[in-house]
């Protein structure tokens, strides 16, 4: 992969180069469903460890930001997966190879740091995305021209934070009664949610870690009376600050059927009310049900997932 195209207006630069402000015009430009905030986008692009070896193209065209993309490196039970996190290009400039280049820019990299497969969007604990939206037809077709293969589909669901005030008291009652204490988590509290974690949703543990993080703390949790062990929690603000991100949200399996986890819900579902917001987000979801019949929550976007299987891994 060369730098530089042969017509010699086109150059692929390092994205660390490129003032983020220039890169949040050529996104919002670009992006027909997901348009960013200065912080969301400082969030996708910084808030990323050293291993996961983050690696960014833009694409400049006669000193015009024409397009951009971003990967990281991730630690699976399948050993290291690639994923391109975020890719767009500015409609005046498509139809030119441009994707297609960032794209290839950005799999090389990331084969060169071990990656043996690569995937689009679905960069968790950090991501914006769980996929490529149903509606991006011409994104997909970009990726399956490229050896990417679907592997399944994912939703977003949405809420209407002003269509009721999500009020839990008498269901909170009926827990305590049960002994089941509801409330806000605290720094006493970390310890024993994220051994819960651990036992049941390891993976989680850097969003939730974000979300006790916040002040006041974006957790609430359900802690048996008896013995004080958290029976459930929910978070919100863990990803996406401020758009009204929820998630994600658990009971262990010993208090399941109790109704813990409706109350925990309608309790992140208030606060994110009284940030202003019109709706909340919860994304990549697998219970639709559960959600509608507690959070009337509608199913607004469907992602397809693609990964692209890799031969061979060049040693980091």
């Given amino acids: 992969m060369t730098d530089r195209l042969t017509d010699g207006r086109l150059l692929f630069v390092p994205l660390e180069t490129v003032a983020q402000d220039r890169l949040l015009a050529a996104w919002n430009d670009a992006a027909d469903w997901d348009p ?46 690639g994923v391109v996190k975020m890719l767009a290009v500015v409609p005046a400039f498509r139809g030119r190879g441009i994707g297609s280049g960032l794209l290839a820019a950005v799999e090389l990299s990331l084969t060169k740091a071990g990656a043996t497969a690569i995937r689009f969007g679905e960069s968790s604990p950090n991501y914006l995305v769980p996929g490529v939206d149903l509606r991006c037809e011409p994104l997909l077709a970009l990726l399956e021209q490229r050896g990417y293969a679907r ?5 977003n669901m949405s809420v209407d934070l002003l269509a009721e005030t999500f009020s839990t008291s008498a269901d909170e009652v009926r827990l305590q009664a049960d002994g089941i ?16 974690l651990e036992r049941q949703w390891p ?26 062990n958290v029976a459930g929690f929910a978070a919100y603000d863990g990803n996406n600050v401020g758009t009204g991100w929820f998630g994600p949200m658990g009971t262990a399996a010993e208090w399941e059927g109790r109704g813990i986890g409706r109350v925990l819900l309608r ?18 979801v697998g219970p639709v049900a559960f ?13 397809v997932r ?8 060049e040693p980091a």
């Fill in 151 to 155: 592997i399944g589909t994912t939703v």
């Fill in 306 to 313: 693609l990964e692209k299987r890799l031969t061979t891994a």
């Fill in 291 to 303: 959600y509608e019949r507690h959070a009337a929550a509608r199913v607004d976007r469907t992602f």
């Fill in 203 to 228: 993976s989680w543990r850097p969003e939730v870690s974000a979300a006790l993080s916040r002040t006041p703390p974006a957790v609430h949790v359900a802690l048996a009376s008896a013995g004080g």
């Fill in 181 to 196: 204490v509801v409330r806000r988590a605290g720094a006493t509290d970390r310890t024993a949610i994220d051994q819960l």
């Fill in 267 to 284: 309790r992140c579902l208030r606060d994110l009310r009284s940030q202003s917001l019109s709706h909340a987000i919860i994304p990549w």
């Fill in 36 to 81: 960013l905030t200065p912080a969301v986008l400082a969030e996708k692009l910084e808030a990323e460890p050293p291993e996961a070896r983050a690696v960014g193209r833009a694409a400049i065209v006669e000193g015009v930001v024409a397009g951009w993309a971003f990967g990281v490196l991730r630690e699976s039970s399948a050993g290291r997966r």
